[in-house]
């Protein structure tokens, strides 16, 4: 249920929920999504729903104890408590996650809550934001806990900030809120069902093989499905938080804006999971000074920031490196290259479309000696590869090749915006009818299926 | 009314999706009882409206043999057979799968071949549609044993059916009427193939013995290869095994029944390979891709083949020198003799009935290979095991469910021209677990392990 994909949430809980919610006076609304989403989150993951509740509490108390109206003329005494209590709150929320993440990288993987890397993310931001005064009025206890809590996004984001959110005013429900928040649902849906789904069997084919015996075109392939997959699954998620949010009667929080269409890997990712990218720049990167302390100062900022956004990511090493590659690459881009990125402007989309998938495999195989065979198969300079079989570009070509063309086809933004901008076409609510109904129909016939190993 | 026109206009989607998802819930809730009688019906996870899902995936119908607009009916063979056999879990027949989707085309066809021709339409749609419709009704019937023969026959039209012929239909006719004519001698000749094998199963089923009380002594060492056994982590599901003391060899006399001689297995070459056809699931696929065969064997195989859909499921034949082809087994096997038919299958069928009804499918198809290769030596290949984490975690999958059918084939060997090879000592440990660095998912093995297989192959041949 804890999935938008699943049966069970889009005809269960969404409809129950959402027709509770709309009926329900405005000022109950929160209340209710607040209840809501404790119940989704409870059926999810169980007892962590209490860890969850407790930092709710604790980061209530907190903020509200750094809480200062902004414009006030503050003692110093009262300057030296406020950032205790931040550092206190910031501290212990880091501390848990990593706490949390370490036990599940070394104890056993169950032991990291669910959507945890994302609540603690806002917490953290929460607190920053009343400490900075980006938080004007007092947040009662239920916007906190709605803000945290919410269900559109616990288990993957986007990290909204609490200024987004519009707590403080009372929230209306509009027709057209409802039906554009349907629209990117389905968008969303299809995306995760219809083509992430689907590429990702083929990057199973390529584990089942074992990389040593992919042939180099394959391997490419493999780089480029595994992207497609990763792209299609988190920004159909995200479309879908922001249906289901914007349903509720928030704002449509946008976490991917057409990254492959970006003209270099920094812009890639201002683009990709936008709302975690401007995270680490709010509350990492600037803090440490940004880029205003001089090119040394900000190359150690911009690797910090990344390391971080490696490490967020997972604890092991592969993810580190992934996080330390793009890293450089930015800062590659940042300086070196920066002049002639600037006048060759199609050097940045190539960087963004060999560049990304390249470090997306990094991302991808965990294990280091895995990952270098893996290289060794895209770039095959020092070694031959085992038992390879040349014709099987060919074999996944041929059955992947509509998800792949879909896939790049959506990569255009023209593509996307268009069925955006008429949704409301006659045509577009048939496609995205079609586009549901297929999707349930994928749904029910394969992750309901009790006999999952069919596909052998 | 104004007003709520006005409402629904301003949420268009909202009202499509509620209105069609209203409607798909009326129609399992009215035919809940009939189209849908063997499906499980609402609990939380599965709302009513699924069932249609269910249905379509299945070639299941609220209404009989008409065709849908859902452009995912797509119905992998494996789960019609399971659709099948999860109705007759005890008495499934080989070919449990149920074609209703092709059928579904099938009778698109029949009717818009009535509209380019007339005068064929007694002939050709007439009885199509009749085979349709009992076959829509036996679906409805719990326990129905499906038809072969209708199934093969459809299959068959199917295959040789040209749907472009249908959409020319009507500008071209004299071009449609000899497609189509042709596509009626070739269907005619499969039904007649399919009909003469069906009565040779039927007569060899027919001359067998009463079952023995007590198991046959062992074959002599080395006529086959022992069953490999596996480390029982106690996690397996006993409801797709049959218990420990069941009989499995019936036979005295017939085909399985062993002769005079036996022969024993031996070290061989590849060229004994040339006139042999590998039979089998995806891993037959992986050793035709990566065993290095490819150039002197023929293989014919598919993701997700299972013995419950041998014959009735369209599957890859590669034969050296041509293109991958799309056909089905008996026109394989009626199209030349080989020497050899290696057949390995199981693991796809490892949540379907119970090790009983496996070994049966399996006997049945054995003998429907033997009518049509009378020559070929049959070689019963073992499943291979799966790793240790994956035997530990999945009560199916699951090695001594596995290990249990692999025994209860064996026994179908005769050691003349029948005989059981086990290629899990080539690749598992002491334990019998697939080994875990030679594997990426634990039940396939690495492209660079198939070499593997193929010297096991290698090592155990018969040379008569």
Sequence with gaps: MVVFSSVEFIFRFMPVFMIIYWIVPGAAKKYILFAGSILFYAVGSGWFALLLLGATVFNFLLGNWIYMKPGRRIRPARAAQRKKYLRIAVGTDVFLLVLCKFLALKVNAALLPLGMSFYIFKMISFQADIYTGKIEVRPGFINTAVYFSMFPQVTQ???????????????????????????????????????????????????????????TPLAWLGAYAYSFQLYFDFWGYSLMAGGLAMMLGFPLIRNFTHPY??????????RWHATLGSWFRDYVYIPLGGSREGVFKTIRNLLAVWLLTGFWHGGSLNFIIWGAVLGLIIIWEKYPARMLLERVSLLGHLHTIILIPLTWVIFAVTNLQELEIYFSRLFPFFSQGVAVWKGDIFKYLGIYWPYLLASVILCVPAAYNLVVMNRRHPAVIALLTGIFWWSIYMLVNNAGNTFMYFTF | MQKILDFIRQIPLVAVLTVTGLLLTGIALVCKDTAYADYETESFSRPFLTIVMEGIHDG??????????????????????????????????????????????EKENAEETKSADEEKKDEEAVPEEKADEEDASEEKKEEEKTSEEEDGKEEAEEGKKDPETEE????????????????????????????????????????????LDKPLDPLPENVCNKVVGAKDYGNADSYFMSPDDTLYNTDTEGMFARGEVTYTLGETDDSYFEDALFIGDSRTSGLAEYGNMMDHTSFMSRESASIYALFSSKMDFREPGSDVRETDLYDVLSARQYGKIYLSVGVNEL??????????????????????????????????????????????????????????????????????????????????????????????????????????????????
Excluded at chain 2, 73 to 91: L, R
Excluded at chain 2, 176 to 196: G, T, V
Excluded at chain 2, 364 to 389: C, D, F, N, W
Excluded at chain 2, 437 to 464: I, M, T
Aim: proline content about 3%; aromatic content about 8%.
């Design chain 2, 60 to 105: 299941v119908y609220p209404w009989s043999g008409g065709g849908n607009g859902d452009p995912a009916a797509e119905a992998g063979s494996t789960a019609e057979a399971v659709a099948a056999a999860e109705k007759a879990p005890e008495s499934a027949e080989e070919n449990g799968g149920q074609e209703a989707p092709e059928e579904t085309e």
């Design chain 1, 261 to 270: 269409a970006a003209a270099g890997v920094s812009d890639f990712y201002r």
């Design chain 2, 168 to 211: 020319k239909g009507k500008r071209e006719k004299t071009d449609a009427e000899k497609r189509i004519e042709e596509a009626a001698r070739q269907a005619e000749a499969k039904d007649a193939l399919i009909e003469e094998v069906e009565a040779q199963v039927t007569a060899v089923e027919d001359s067998e013995t009463a079952p």
């Design chain 2, 351 to 464: 949540g379907i009935g119970n090790t009983y009804g496996y070994y049966d499918l399996y006997r049945r198809a054995l003998i429907k290979i033997r009518v049509m290769q009378p020559e070929a030596i049959i070689y019963i290949q073992g499943s291979m095991h799966v790793s240790e984490a994956v035997t530990k975690k999945d009560k199916v999958t699951n090695n001594t469910i596995i290990v249990q059918r692999n025994k209860a084939i064996a026994t179908l060997a005769n050691g003349y021209n029948i005989f059981y090879i086990d290629m899990n000592t080539a690749v598992c440990d002491k334990n019998g677990n697939l080994i875990a660095d030679y594997s990426g998912d634990g039940v396939h093995l690495k492209a660079s392990k198939y070499e593997l297989w193929h010297e096991s192959l290698l090592q155990n041949a018969v040379s008569r």
């Design chain 1, 157 to 215: 984001g986007p990290i909204m900030r609490y200024g987004e959110g519009n707590f403080e005013q009372e929230r209306r429900i509009t027709l057209r809120a409802v039906e554009d928040g349907m629209v990117f649902f389905v968008i969303g849906l299809g995306m995760k069902v219809l083509l992430a789904d689907r590429i990702g069997i083929l990057w199973n084919e390529l584990t089942k093989i074992g990389y040593e015996s992919i042939s």
